[in-house]
């Protein structure tokens, strides 16, 4: 017996569960997010869904949001002990606006029903 797996539907929700698993630890688990809001973006690419741009645009400012938070985590911080004012925390801030994106337009997505054509 042949089962027909839906492969975009289970990327989808792996990327669910890492966006939500992994913002328990935002710093530890910004590359689970990362990957999360990559399978999202790509699962509602592939089946042309309504909201993959905002999922695509997402993605992107995670992607830098997170190159930012490692790269000055790397560098030794931000703040006063480090050579980096705290301005520069500006360049993290598209990791947490892309993740809320995601989280609401999820939100939404639960709630708000198809629109059902009438065939006639």
């Given at each position: ?8 539907r289970v ?6 569960i890492?966006?939500c698993i ?7 688990g ?6 999360g ?10 089946t042309?869904d309504r ?14 949001g997170v ?9 030794g911080g931000?703040?006063e ?6 301005w ?18 999820l ?14």
């Amino acid at each position: 017996m042949k089962v027909n797996i839906n492969w975009t539907r289970v990327v989808y929700i792996l990327g669910v569960i890492a966006l939500c698993i992994c913002a328990i630890d935002p710093m530890e688990g910004s590359i689970g997010i990362l990957i999360g809001s990559i399978l999202v973006a790509l699962s509602s690419f592939l089946t042309k869904d309504r909201h993959s741009k905002i999922f695509m645009y997402s993605a992107l400012a995670i992607i830098v949001g997170v190159f930012f938070l490692w790269l000055f985590s790397w560098l030794g911080g931000i703040g006063e002990r480090s050579q980096y004012s705290k301005w520069w925390i500006i360049t993290m801030l598209p990791y947490p606006a892309g993740w809320l994106t995601i989280i609401i337009v999820l939100i939404i997505r639960i709630f708000k029903k198809p629109i059902q054509q009438d065939i006639s």
